[in-house]
């Protein structure tokens, strides 16, 4: 036996086709096309082209994009500010600021002016309080890449049991969320949890994201089980997974690439949700 490998590559360029035909139906009926707006706030290299990509993804669907820059020694008061003037910016529909921020800013304090209307990261306390609650909210884009490609690839979710590596903001413990919401059964592991393997075996979908190249192997696999890798650590000009490939391959059902696999789908699905945020707010616009 030997798992199917999941083509994220694939499913984010069918999922992006698909947007640019939303937007343009949007834009022929005369509708103003979406509107993202990214903030990046110091000179991390790998966010710079992160947001690069993530510009030139989005412009190629149809959007507008407007990134804002500001100097790593940008106060938290200028950053909100910044924030604050994107929240009223009538030519943006969603919205985010690149993480990690520079020390001195507390991302809370961001998440938190972050208009929920416009939070294309799902990073507001009130969007993040309606997923728990198991209502619509927008979430990360990352975890709605994994489980877009679980959907995608009819990797049965309702029932079955989850596990999650990791309870990052990021990842984690929105994914937790949303499968939970899908019918998952879910346990969240992080560093202190015993057994960690064993608990891996009991998974049907198996998820993890701790940055730790090759910690997950067959020995934390269920035979036929979905394991899906978040991990994207740079090595040698690329990046590597949490999986040691080799071993897992021929214990899986499923596996993600990386390169290849959940990477590519992050920007599908923040285009995807700034496509859902854009028509909720055209839908609440009363036209007299
Ligand atoms: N940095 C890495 N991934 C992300 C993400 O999904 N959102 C934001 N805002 N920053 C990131």
Redesign the pocket.
């Given at each position: 036996m030997s798992a199917i490998i999941i083509d994220g590559k694939a499913v984010a360029a069918r999922l992006r086709e698909g947007i640019a035909r939303d937007v343009a139906a949007m834009t022929a009926q005369g509708s103003r096309a979406p509107g993202l707006a990214v903030v990046l706030c110091g000179d991390n290299a790998a966010?710079a082209i992160?947001v690069r990509n993530k510009g030139r993804a989005a412009e190629k669907v149809g959007f507008r994009f407007q990134l804002q820059t500001c100097e790593a020694d940008t106060s938290t008061a200028d950053l909100l500010r910044l924030v604050a003037g994107l929240n009223t910016d009538e030519a943006v529909d969603g919205l985010?600021?690149?993480?990690p921020l520079p020390s001195h800013v507390d991302p809370d304090v961001i998440a938190d002016a972050i208009a929920p209307d416009k939070d294309a990261?799902g990073f507001n306390p009130a969007n993040f309080g309606r997923l728990a609650e198991g209502r619509a909210a927008p979430a990360?884009?990352?975890p709605l890449g994994c489980m877009e490609l679980l959907r995608s690839y009819d990797v049965p979710i309702s029932g079955s049991r989850a596990v999650v590596v990791g309870r990052s903001l990021?990842v984690g413990r929105p994914l937790a969320l949303l499968l939970t919401n899908a019918d998952a059964t879910v346990t969240m592991c992080h560093s202190r949890t015993r057994d960690l393997p064993g608990v891996c075996r009991e998974a049907d979908i198996l998820v993890t994201a701790t940055g730790r190249p090759g910690a997950i192997d067959a020995g934390y696999v269920k035979p036929g089980a979905c394991v899906i890798d978040v991990g994207t650590t740079p090595r040698d000009g690329t990046v590597v997974g949490d999986v040691d490939r080799e071993s897992v391959e021929p214990v899986a059902g499923w596996l993600t690439p990386v390169p290849g696999g959940v990477g590519p789908m992050?920007i599908a699905m923040l285009l995807r949700n700034t496509l859902s945020l854009a028509t909720a707010r055209r839908r609440s616009t009363v036209v007299v």
């Open positions: 966010s992160y985010l600021v690149q993480l990261d990360g884009a990352t990021l992050t």
